[in-house]
């Protein structure tokens, strides 16, 4: 069932290897049918070399399998995480790309320093609070969506003005309206967070963006008076 | 019509993601007939995969699109200020590229550190000032290139000797005779960014190169002595 | 005699400049048949391009050479030494990777600051001592494996939590179950030093991984209670 | 004539981009016949990717151009002085890669930090003191060739030592008892340096390797004493 969302799962977790963006099995993508409440999400510890569109296993809004031989990706329970808090987003992406996941561990947001970044995000690039022991002892990859969640919830965030996060000592999870969306802001958070650690080692103290050229930038690619591209819409 | 004129766009704009200058769709070359005014750009977000030389699109120097059926690169009245602000120009790029921008994001110039740079620019890679909130409100990208253009003309620099700037805040654009020789120096000026900032990583006050060496290396590959390369004039 | 076992080793071999561990001839794996206790090891100074499943050279725990033309790899005495020491291991992999070997030249062990790392490693990779002149006049390949040795013995490491070395000065040594799990986290080993120095450059006094977290993420790949991977052992 | 020898310098040229050694047409490799003291070397400013072997010129060592259609490397002079002052070389390249260069700019030789170094080096890859304005103004090339035999002169260094040297400003110059060893140590130049720059992150004040360390590495690849490789003369 759900061919043609297994195989946008699939064609987005092949991308990650193929972007430079994940090293050995480290990754995951998923990609949900929202009129069925079910979502498509690599198995665990998979070589992506070997992976194949029904490799991937289908899981319901409640955590249930619903279909495929293979256990699902150990971060399950936080894509289903974010794809319960976030309604408006169908696919999420979880990459250790070097350059974002150096910034997560050191317990850094990604600050915004160009217009690079201004055309994807709406300011810094969030960095979850640590987890508590007790919250990494118990239900561990649901909670790292629930510490995603407190963060953009306390902050009001909504989750397409900043569509990724950093989860603290760990690294990035991005969403978008579509999987493949989620994949091209996985790309560019790698990209965002190579250039300001260079742009930091030129300028310690480097102040973020104006905040007039923070909202050009970001409105002329998203929302109502949107112009780049060919839809207005991208 | 102008087919040549698009298919030497077209064949610069797919060089860039070849080079490496280019994360997703950041990025679009220009190159212009003198002779009717007419200049062939990139169609806006359009994936560089996809392209063809046929989806470049004509645009003229008051800035009317005189045919295609895609909608201009976003960046197109940025392109249109240089044409007619540096008269002996043929082609413009425009890239992301992370060295580079790194330098912009944090409103440095390039410095000139050595021979590498020195065989193109006849001193540091400049960087503009940064945008009013004005500027940033009304004709945003036509404001870009003004910027560019008041950086080079209160310095009294020739474009033929610094074929490349950095926009503060955002990345390097660069021009050249053609388009292909503007995406080369989007290649050295990439090259050349990631070299200096190692250099000032060993030596963070090194003072630029000596000017005598500097004349010498600019001097040998542009100008009426020139005598590298087989033409002397490369 | 023993193909099978001279494939893994050159397989291993051939991976090695395949993932950018390699530069010209710096490294070498092996792989051992513990019931026979016989090794296969790479051939010294051989280009991998030109590297052959027969030129691999068979060596037992004595350190006598009992098959192949060609001399075994410089390093063969490290690798006998560690297959001495560390009885659970099926295969040793040696790389000169830049940033791993960034650390081991500045003798510092790789900081463990995050999860990718936690997933590998129950702790900070450890590095040697350096070597004495005398250790380094005698027999200065198996006394490399002294080192080593003397590294996990005084710490009490157990080699199945920590699969890798750095020698003071030198670069890393990696080793697995089977030479196929050596390479994979030679790959790692690489990988999380690129990071571990960005996260000093963010944040050079940067504490590591909360104990909690370290637990939960070294558990949920190894050991009995695993859950990661399709097998719970990957 | 003398195809065997261009079709050696032709090989060595075309490795250099392959390497990742080149960007644009920055760098030129030679091969000398020392029994008719002719050299063969890259034509001037001619792309990588059009490059045969039969528009490798042919230089004697008095400087005249003997065969060729194109005009040589401007580099050309600095060739000719270090096969006349180095005589047991076969082979010379000159790059300008990125790490390398960084280290030249800065004016800093690249200091010995480990073994990988060691195994080709017996110290620090020297650099050149700076050049005068009347060096540069007169015979540029041929006075860069100076510099650099001033260097090892004054300093007693053994070119077989030391295969490299860092031109000041300018970037690294390597060579060795033929072109394709020349490229091997631009190979290892460039690593080396990439490395080190790493260490110095690290550790600033980095002291330099053991000279017992030194020794053992250098010897056991170098000199009659050497055991790495099949021939013991790698």
């Keep these: 069932m759900l061919e043609e969302l297994k195989r946008e799962a699939y064609e987005a977790n092949i991308a990650l290897p193929k972007h430079?963006?994940?090293?050995?099995?480290?990754?995951?993508?998923s990609a949900i049918d929202r009129s069925k409440g079910i979502f498509a999400?690599?198995?665990?510890?998979?070589?992506?070399?070997?992976?194949?569109?029904?490799d991937m296993v289908l899981v319901d809004l409640d955590g249930k399998q619903v279909e495929g031989k293979l256990r699902p990706s150990s971060d399950t329970p936080t894509h289903r995480r974010l794809f319960l808090a976030f309604e408006s987003i169908g696919g999420v992406v979880h990459t250790h790309s070097s350059h974002a996941t150096a910034f997560a561990q050191a317990g850094r947001s990604i600050p915004i320093f160009g217009t690079t970044h201004a055309d994807y995000f709406f300011g810094d690039i969030p960095v979850t609070r640590k987890m508590t022991?007790?919250?990494?002892?118990?239900?561990?990859?649901?909670?790292?969506?629930?510490?995603?969640?407190?963060?953009?919830t306390s902050a009001k965030f909504d989750p397409a003005d900043f569509p990724a996060v950093l989860v603290n000592r760990h690294a990035p999870f991005t969403w978008g309206h579509n999987v493949a969306k989620a994949v091209e802001v996985s790309i560019a958070v790698e990209c965002i967070a190579h250039m300001a650690l260079m742009s930091l080692q030129l300028e310690p103290k480097l102040p973020t963006?104006?905040?007039?050229?923070?909202?050009k930038h970001f409105k002329r690619k998203h929302g109502?008076?949107?112009?780049?591209?060919?839809?207005?819409?991208c």
Tied chains: 1, 2, 3, 4.
Excluded at 20 to 27: A, D, P, R, S, Y
Excluded at 140 to 151: D, K, L, M, P, S
Excluded at 209 to 215: H, K, M, Q, T
Excluded at 224 to 233: H, I, R, S
């Design 20 to 29: 430079g963006l994940i090293n050995l099995t480290f990754g995951n993508a």
């Design 133 to 152: 022991p007790q919250e990494i002892a118990t239900a561990y990859e649901w909670e790292t969506g629930n510490v995603i969640v407190e963060r953009f």
């Design 209 to 215: 963006i104006e905040a007039e050229l923070l909202n």
């Design 224 to 233: 109502p008076g949107a112009y780049y591209g060919q839809t207005g819409n």
């Design 41 to 54: 999400i690599k198995p665990s510890g998979v070589d992506y070399v070997f992976l194949k569109p029904d």
